[in-house]
């Protein structure tokens, strides 16, 4: 009895510690996307706004699509990153989820070039997630 | 008949092994949140947004 309590406790500790990515990469790719969205709509009403209110300088207006492309390249990251988790491609996950954090924060830069300030706070809470997720795992952003 | 020691072992050894044997359990049977989560992933995949042509419309809009 004793030894096969043992054997169980010892199997499912080795079992959940394996499991510890996928659940984690899980996490990180549902909170990012749903994360993005917030984000990119929040974007784009205050640029309608703005533009509605007429406070939308020429300087802004040419800085903006550096916004909305770098919100396009993280889409196209974490579509990446989610095909590969999807696929079962356990360190490939780890690499497209390095390039996402990496195109996380170019949002955050190019918001702040812009001079907006929406919804950043959260994007660079789901940054920080990343870095966690991928704190002991080697993973390279290939661009 | 078992010792009050052993017994006692035992009963610690169950309760230190509830916790792990669930997420066991889970893990081999997949939890319904998990398959939620995968179907919600998947769906997110086939729906991409392109935030330039949003943003291009909005300015196109006001005429900017």
Same mark, same amino acid.
């Given at each position: 009895?004793?030894?096969?309590?043992?054997?169980?406790?010892?199997?499912?500790?080795?079992?959940?510690?394996?499991?510890?990515?996928?659940?984690?990469?899980?996490?990180?790719?549902?909170?990012?996307?749903?994360?993005?969205?917030?984000?990119?709509?929040?974007? +784009?009403? *205050?640029? #309608?706004?703005?533009? !509605?209110? @007429?406070?939308?300088?020429?300087?802004?207006?040419?800085? =903006?699509?550096?916004?909305?492309?770098?919100?396009?390249?993280?889409?196209?990251?974490?579509?990446?990153?989610?095909?590969?988790?999807?696929?079962?491609?356990?360190?490939?996950?780890?690499?497209?989820?390095?390039?996402?954090?990496?195109?996380?924060?170019?949002?955050? +830069?190019? *918001?702040? #070039?812009?001079?907006? !300030?929406? @919804?950043?706070?959260?994007?660079?809470?789901?940054?920080? =997630?990343?870095?966690?997720?991928?704190?002991?795992?080697?993973?390279?952003?290939?661009? | 008949?078992?010792?009050?020691?052993?017994?006692?072992?035992?009963?610690?050894?169950?309760?230190?092994?509830?916790?792990?044997?669930?997420?066991?359990?889970?893990?081999?049977?997949?939890?319904?949140?998990?398959?939620?989560?995968?179907?919600?992933?998947?769906?997110?995949?086939?729906?991409?947004?392109?935030?330039?042509?949003?943003?291009?419309?909005?300015?196109?809009?006001?005429?900017?």
């Amino acid at each position: 009895m004793k030894k096969i309590i043992l054997i169980l406790v010892v199997a499912s500790i080795s079992l959940v510690a394996c499991g510890g990515f996928d659940s984690a990469a899980r996490t990180t790719l549902y909170t990012t996307k749903k994360t993005l969205d917030v984000s990119s709509e929040a974007f +784009l009403t *205050a640029v #309608d706004k703005l533009a !509605g209110a @007429g406070l939308l300088s020429d300087e802004m207006i040419q800085k =903006l699509p550096a916004v909305a492309d770098s919100f396009n390249v993280a889409y196209k990251m974490w579509a990446a990153a989610t095909d590969a988790y999807l696929a079962g491609k356990e360190q490939e996950t780890r690499d497209k989820i390095a390039c996402l954090v990496v195109a996380l924060e170019d949002i955050l +830069l190019a *918001a702040k #070039d812009a001079g907006l !300030g929406f @919804g950043t706070d959260k994007l660079a809470a789901v940054v920080q =997630l990343g870095r966690e997720l991928l704190a002991d795992y080697v993973g390279v952003c290939h661009g | 008949m078992a010792s009050p020691d052993l017994l006692k072992l035992i009963l610690e050894l169950l309760t230190a092994a509830i916790a792990p044997l669930q997420q066991l359990i889970s893990a081999i049977k997949g939890s319904s949140s998990d398959e939620e989560l995968l179907a919600e992933l998947q769906r997110y995949r086939d729906n991409q947004p392109d935030i330039r042509k949003d943003l291009q419309k909005i300015l196109d809009k006001y005429g900017r």
